[in-house]
């Protein structure tokens, strides 16, 4: 079962996206963040970042579309 509560950053090129990328690796462990960068398989490590109850943030560059689509 998917845990409802997940912070989900999308990370646009030139908006201070690294900074906040920092901040979120500061105050979440590694197993509880989940930073996808890569294109290839997208639904399937989006599907396994939302599904796995231990990670409570996404963030890295992906389209917006199938995280609302989740």
């Not at 950053?9 to 690796?25: M, N, V």
């Not at 197993?31 to 890569?38: D, F, G, K, P, V």
């Amino acid at each position: 079962m998917r845990n409802p509560k997940k912070l989900v950053f999308i990370h646009i090129p030139k908006t201070a996206g690294t900074s906040l990328r920092l901040l979120l690796e500061s105050n979440y462990k590694e197993t509880e963040r989940r930073a996808i960068y890569s294109h290839q398989d997208l639904d399937e490590q989006l599907a396994s970042a939302l599904n796995d109850p231990k990670v409570k943030c996404i963030y890295g560059h992906f389209p917006l579309r199938p995280v609302i689509a989740e």
